[in-house]
């Protein structure tokens, strides 16, 4: 698998649900951030989680980072219609100065209201 | 909330052609990014872009491309002679520091005909 890829690659659930989407990656890094993108627009930064972090709180949203697993998990509690999106995970590297960002293939996620 | 601005959100070029896409990145960054994302396909890193120099770039930024910081607000993006396969989404990006949080801007949709 390539650096940062997310599974599923498509969620639906219904309204109110929670959902869950996985990351995993290859090489060390530094951090990993999840963005969301609606339809053919922007990115919206999420949430940030370092090497050194193991979980992390944004309103509804939970992180977790598993570096021996090289594993990342984000969590939407009580869905909403406006949640459906795309998600992505996106990492750096621990090279010093590479601030590069690696996406995954990202997951579609759909909520039925 | 300060936000990462791009124009203009379409544009549509001949091959060829020699094309500028614009980015104000948020006021007090100091890295500054481009990406870009094929329809369907993953985002990629372009060029990263620190104290008026490129900082890194990927296979994808050639010759072809250029980067520039013309005034204290302004990044561009250059493609001196587009081609079919550099139509795409671009996002600017930008950040405090390294291994920060990295914030996008909206995007410009890049047609080639």
């Known amino acids: 698998s390539q650096q940062g890829e997310e599974d599923p690659q498509a969620l639906s659930i219904q309204e109110g649900e929670n959902a869950t989407m996985n990351c995993s990656y290859k090489?060390?890094?530094?951090?990993l951030q999840w963005y969301r993108q609606n339809s053919g627009r922007g990115l919206v930064h999420l949430i940030l989680i370092r090497s050194n972090e193991r979980e992390k709180h944004s309103g509804r949203l939970r992180v977790t980072l598993d570096t021996s697993k090289k594993s990342s998990s984000l969590l939407i509690t009580a869905s909403r219609a406006a949640d459906t999106a795309s998600y992505f995970c996106a990492t750096d590297s621990s090279n010093f100065g590479n601030e590069k960002l690696t996406f995954g293939t990202g997951t579609r996620l759909t909520i039925i209201p | 909330e300060p936000e990462v601005t791009q124009t203009p959100s379409h544009q549509v070029t001949q091959m060829g052609q020699e094309v500028i896409l614009r980015c104000v990145p948020i006021?007090?960054?100091?890295?500054f990014y481009w990406y870009r994302q094929i329809l369907g396909q993953k985002v990629e890193f372009l060029v990263s872009?620190?104290?008026?120099?490129?900082?890194?770039k990927s296979e994808i930024f050639d010759d072809q491309f250029s980067v520039e910081r013309p005034d204290g607000s302004n990044f561009t993006l250059k493609i001196r002679s587009t081609k079919l396969e550099d139509s795409a989404m671009y996002f600017c990006?930008?950040?405090?520091?390294?291994?920060?949080?990295?914030?996008f801007g909206p995007g410009t949709r890049l047609t080639v005909t």
């Open positions: 990006a930008s950040s405090v520091g390294v291994y920060y949080e990295q914030y």
């Open positions: 090489t060390s890094i530094n951090n």
């Open positions: 872009f620190y104290n008026n120099e490129i900082s890194e």
């Open positions: 006021s007090n960054h100091l890295y």
